[in-house]
């Protein structure tokens, strides 16, 4: 019986090998029609030497721990065919691929995916300065689990978001070839949705060398649109899911209702103010067992807040940053602030989709959102 599972697993290996190899051979068989086409695209391999950041006194065993990576990405020089491009002068747009291993039986081994901006602060013909920003999904091969890795505090389900941040100085060695040195975090997590999860921030530092399918090309210049100022109203709704904590192996979902005014200022820019209305039932475990609560009385777990931020525009994208006061809590069992980091896109000129991580505290993951929301114009005036 044992040499035919071997056997099966020795199968399943190559079945996965078979299918890797034809993934990487179709990707790079587009890059090299894009790059017949003469669009402005860089292939990157870089070696990633990694440290865990201890952010917590919760997660000091795994201080010490100093992964190794790989990363393959792509990336395509804006040239100014649309207009967001000359707003930021002319950024990267890429698709990153990392591959971690943890030298450590507790966390084992990660690959990630993220798309990513990759914007100038220092352009010369030799040399560049940039900073990166991009968000994506992990997976991890070993999380919590309480018979076999119950020390593994800080990843607790195999898919994960993550969001790396880098600043990066690259050297051009050619017309096609330049080196590139980065310096950079990785942050982990899921939001929340399974507990324990604290989350795990990676420092790296990077070496690599990235391909140019060529290098020059001649930035389009479009005239700037007529300054609008438009204001619109939104009504729209969130689901999410979660576990309240470690032993309780229930999952809640919690929903919210929101109203908001956006005044648009620029193509980049817009304000938001709005009133929003959350239900949480993972509140009422803990509310039930919390000894601040007086005996025979029940407060009530809805809430409500008036929240406020900024939208920046990225093309169709939107990215938000929001802080919210919980106006209405009769049962406080949090912060009274909540935070969240939230990415829009429109299907319609009036119907979006958006996905967020709420938090408290700044660095508490509480919820991740997905919300549908219905966006009204003011009608101009004529």
């Not at 201080?63 to 040239?79: A, F």
């Not at 800080?154 to 880098?166: D, K, M, Y």
Request: aromatic fraction near 14%.
């Amino acid at each position: 019986m044992l040499p035919i599972l071997c056997q099966e697993i020795e199968m399943s290996k190559k079945r996965l090998i078979f299918r890797w190899y034809f993934i990487v051979l179709g990707y790079f068989s587009c890059l090299a029609a894009y790059a017949q086409e003469r669009t402005p695209l860089i292939i990157g391999v870089a070696y990633q030497a990694g440290s865990v950041l201890v952010h917590s006194p919760k997660i000091r065993h795994l201080q010490g721990v100093k992964p190794n990576g790989v990363e393959i990405n792509l990336q395509y020089q804006t040239t100014g065919t649309k207009f967001w491009h000359q707003l930021y002068k002319y950024p990267r747009i890429g698709i990153s691929f990392i591959a971690f291993d943890y030298q450590e039986p507790i966390l084992g081994k990660s690959v990630a995916a993220s798309i990513y901006i990759n914007k100038f602060v220092y352009h010369r013909v030799q040399d560049q300065l940039s900073v990166r920003l991009g968000s994506g999904l992990a997976y991890f091969s070993n999380h919590f689990d309480w018979r076999v890795n119950a020390t593994n505090n800080v990843i607790s389900a195999p898919l994960n978001a993550v969001i790396q941040f880098r600043a990066e100085y690259e050297r051009m060695l050619s017309q096609k070839f330049s080196l590139v040195l980065a310096a950079g975090i990785n942050h982990y997590s899921n939001g929340g949705n399974a507990k324990p999860n604290l989350g795990i921030n990676i420092g790296t530092l990077s070496l690599g060398l990235n391909y140019y399918s060529h290098r020059s090309f001649e930035p389009l210049i479009q005239a700037w649109p007529p300054p609008e100022n438009k204001l619109s109203f939104t009504i729209s709704s969130s689901a999410g899911i979660k576990q309240r904590n470690d032993f309780d192996t229930l999952t809640y979902t919690v929903k919210s209702i929101a109203l908001s005014a956006m005044q648009q200022l620029n193509p980049k820019s817009t304000l938001l103010v709005g009133l929003e209305g959350f239900y949480d039932p993972s509140l009422l475990p803990r509310r039930n067992w919390d000894p601040r609560v007086k005996p025979g009385t029940s407060p009530d777990i809805k809430r409500v807040a008036l929240n406020f931020g900024h939208e920046l525009a990225l093309g169709k994208l939107g990215f938000g940053t929001y802080v919210g006061w919980y106006a209405y809590r009769p049962y406080k069992s949090d912060a009274p602030f909540y935070q969240r980091l939230e990415t829009r896109y429109p299907l319609t000129r009036n119907i979006y989709l958006a996905a967020g991580l709420k938090l408290h505290d700044l660095i508490k993951a509480d919820i991740i959102e997905y919300r549908l929301g219905f966006r009204f114009w003011r009608k101009n005036r004529p």
